[in-house]
């Protein structure tokens, strides 16, 4: 299972980014390797459709479930379409590397 955390930084040190479309970087974690792989996010200064454009991409990186702390309300219907599944966590201050620990304790 591949999971997409929105974050702040290029680094699992960072903090979740409450933005989903909008966020500087997506960590992709796969629970079942453990491997790390983080991207720019190319739609961040986009004005309109970055969280459409973001569900695009993740949904080709093959990602089930997204960590952010809020999504655009067009993004929802196209999530479920995908059965991608949305996890809203509000914790700014939390780094990237505790949401893995946290994901990791919830099997």
Do not use: W
């Amino acid at each position: 299972m591949r999971i997409a955390i929105t974050s702040r930084g290029n680094s699992l040190e960072s903090t979740l980014d409450q933005r989903f479309g909008h966020c500087k970087y997506f960590v992709i974690y796969d629970k079942q390797t453990g491997a790390v792989e983080i991207i720019p996010n190319p739609y961040c200064e986009v004005e309109e459709q970055a969280g459409t454009l973001a569900v695009k991409l993740l949904s080709s990186k093959n990602v089930s479930k997204i960590v952010s702390g809020e999504f655009g309300i067009k993004v929802k219907p196209i999530l479920d379409s995908l059965n991608i599944q949305m996890i809203m966590y509000k914790n700014q201050n939390i780094s990237i590397g505790k949401v893995i620990e946290m994901l990791n304790h919830n099997k």
